[in-house]
DNA sequence: AGCTAATTTGGTCGAATGGCCAAGACCGAG
DNA sequence: CTCGGTCTTGGCCATTCGACCAAATTAGCT
């Protein structure tokens, strides 16, 4: 399209190859959602994105080229959409809740490229696989870091493991995107919140917590600190 | 078929045609949850099984049929573990700590075929589809069923959504099997038992309960009961 | 306008796939 | 020993895959 002009100096012939790029992407998520990487042919990309294969090879030079671009994309996505839904909020615990629903909507209204990222990872060919696994680990890092500050702010419990507890709720959360159909009733915002109350203060009724519960959770991180290797 | 007349009468000249099946499931299980099933070839679920393509027809008419045969064994395995050790248990709420045990023991440390059941859903094609959803309803009322006796034994909150509590555990629990590797400290039973004890008491520490708790839930509840269709 | 490089076209290529089968091997029954 | 079925063999086939390319086309630049 148009909007060259000045500033946006174009290498040479374009229409619009960020435009164009991001249609390939769009229409190769929506396809790998579906029918998993494997199972989606370049052929099927290439025309969901209104183009014939030979051009998709020219700007992807091989389909993992695709899934790797498309996983990055995620990331990122991931990564900036809990940024933005969370700045701001002084509260580290009230930072977390509002991260989860963050989270959860990119993953169930958003793209598919968060989608893709958390649930065809097996189909990472081996040279691909270690430039993504960097850029997933910036997700864990940063999730990661929410949790500590969350922690630290000293309404939770004193003695938790937290990677295990983020394992926990990235599951969770995650798992949503097996099952929720939009329009049954329950929007993201609304499951991201009552998980969140799930998480927090648990599913069972004061009565039935013990008195020692924290030397309770003591003795379980016990076990998991001694991991050897 | 076989099991006509009395006993193990077999067919006629198989050297151990269970056994034989139970290898082809189990080597196709293994390659399914590497690479995913789409990107696993028939010959090389037959060269794993140590047979012959040809040979893995006649058993499997399609790679489908492999599919499906996996995934309800997946079922049946998941049921049948839950079941055992729950068995005998009085307390509703013990049965289901001991439940989620077996599960993520299963998943992690039994054969793939319930990884495969979970994991790899979306290979299904529409023929096989329904069969299998018939099948894995199954699996899910049996959890529903766990989660109802536990919800009405008293001791948990009394507004839950029992659907929505499924999804989370089942989430946390299956999500495991993306991280979790053998020989890093932590055995599927403890990671089981502190995911329970999450899910019991919640990670926020007692003082930063809200007193209206139950309300707090209610009002969550309020939302996800209104669900149209 | 003319030049030049970016981009698209429409198709080809060898390799690999899932499904299939005719022939034979095997083994208990009679 | 012979029969009759089950099961295995090893390869074949039509199809489709990902990758690739030379030629044609486009459009910004001087």
Chains 1, 2 share one sequence.
Not at 181 to 210: K, V
Request: glycine fraction near 8%; include cysteine.
């Amino acid at each position: 399209m148009a909007k060259t002009e000045l500033a946006t100096r174009r290498p040479a012939a374009a229409p619009a190859p960020a435009d164009t790029d991001e249609k390939v992407l769009l229409a190769a998520g929506k396809l790998f959602r579906e029918k998993g990487f494997a199972a989606t042919t370049v052929r099927e990309i290439a025309a969901a994105a209104q183009m014939l294969p030979g051009s998709l090879h020219y700007r992807y030079a091989s389909k993992d080229d695709i899934l790797v671009a498309l996983m990055r994309r995620g990331v990122e996505r991931a990564i900036r959409a809990v940024e933005l839904a969370t700045a701001g909020e002084p509260s580290a615990i009230e930072r977390l809740r509002l991260g989860l629903r963050a989270h959860l909507e990119l993953l169930c209204n958003g793209d598919d490229s968060l989608y893709v990222l958390l649930f065809d990872w097996r189909s990472l060919t081996s040279g691909a696989l270690s430039g993504v696994i960097r850029e997933r680990e910036r997700l864990e890092a940063f999730w990661e870091g929410l949790l500590v500050e969350a922690h630290g702010s000293g309404v939770a419990r004193p003695l938790l493991d937290i990677e295990l507890v983020r394992h926990f709720g990235f599951g969770a959360i995650n798992w949503v995107a097996t099952w929720y159909r939009e329009g049954d009733g329950r929007t993201p915002a609304q499951i991201a919140d009552a998980f969140w109350s799930f998480l927090a203060f648990g599913l069972l009724h004061e009565s039935a917590r013990p008195p020692d519960l924290d030397t309770h959770f003591a003795a379980l991180l016990a076990a998991s600190f001694k991991k050897g290797s």
